[in-house]
T-cell receptor, first 119, second 113 residues
Framework: AQKITQTQPGMFVQEKEAVTLDCTYD???????LFWYKQPSSGEMIFLIY??????QNATEGRYSLNFQKARKSANLVISASQLGDSAMYFC????????????????FGTGTQLKVEL | EAQVTQNPRYLITVTGKKLTVTCSQN?????MSWYRQDPGLGLRQIYY???????DKGDVPEGYKVSRKEKRNFPLILESPSPNQTSLYFC????????????FGNGTRLTVT
């Protein structure tokens, strides 16, 4: 079974500083994808970044980068130059083995990290 | 605008009163699913659908039903809601493939008293 672990229930960071949100995963599937989502207080889920298990380079999207260490089974999200609008809940998720009845992208989610950006 | 639309955003109901949460996507995605979000548990999949008339259980299907009569619509039905189904519900859709992100609706906050 797949499992995602986010060990930081809450974090604080000062505006303009960088912050790393931890994510470790467990899977027996050789092919998988790792995702990060942001959930602001308004509740919607916003896709941030994706990393494939066979990708050679770490993914980057603007101020977001994914520090992928396959041997350690970690996929940490790095947010550079934090802004007040980055205050939100962040979820790490992974896709993996297709469900036997068909394909499709089931994601297994971690429990989230609440990030608070301070002045 | 490409989007997943859920309705209603908020719903308060009583135990045993049947309800339906609607979900519609305009991206022609074949894959749709429902998740519930509870504090400390993250998001857990309830049901998913690979295509019209093809649905299957996720991790927490008890107490829920779904149907997929049209590609764009995937309603979630609670035949006899109970207080332990009080939660934040998300509908999501995606293209085929492990690298395809889920596109989420804005969520439905359900309270069952």
């Amino acid at each position: 079974a797949q499992k995602i672990t986010q060990t930081q229930p809450g974090m604080f960071v000062q505006e303009k500083e960088a912050v790393t949100l931890d994510c470790t995963y467990d899977t027996s599937d050789p092919s998988y994808g790792l995702f990060w989502y942001k959930q602001p207080s308004s509740g919607e889920m916003i896709f941030l970044i994706y990393q494939g298990s066979y990708d050679q380079q770490n993914a980057t999207e603007g101020r977001y980068s994914l520090n992928f260490q396959k041997a350690r089974k970690s996929a940490n999200l790095v947010i550079s130059a934090s802004q007040l609008g980055d205050s939100a809940m962040y979820f790490c998720a992974m896709s993996g083995r297709y469900i036997l009845t068909g394909g499709g992208n089931k994601l297994t989610f971690g429990t989230g990290t609440q990030l608070k950006v301070e002045l | 605008e490409a989007q997943v639309t859920q309705n209603p955003r908020y719903l308060i109901t009583v135990t045993g009163k049947k309800l339906t949460v609607t979900c519609s996507q305009n991206m022609n995605h074949e894959y749709m699913s429902w998740y519930r979000q509870d504090p400390g548990l993250g998001l857990r999949q309830i049901y998913y659908s690979m295509n019209v008339e093809v649905t299957d259980k996720g991790d927490v299907p008890e107490g829920y039903k779904v149907s997929r009569k049209e590609k764009r619509n995937f309603p979630l039905i609670l035949e006899s809601p109970s207080p332990n189904q009080t939660s934040l519900y998300f509908c999501a859709s995606s293209q085929e493939g492990k690298n395809s992100p889920l596109h989420f609706g804005n969520g439905t906050r359900l309270t069952v008293t």
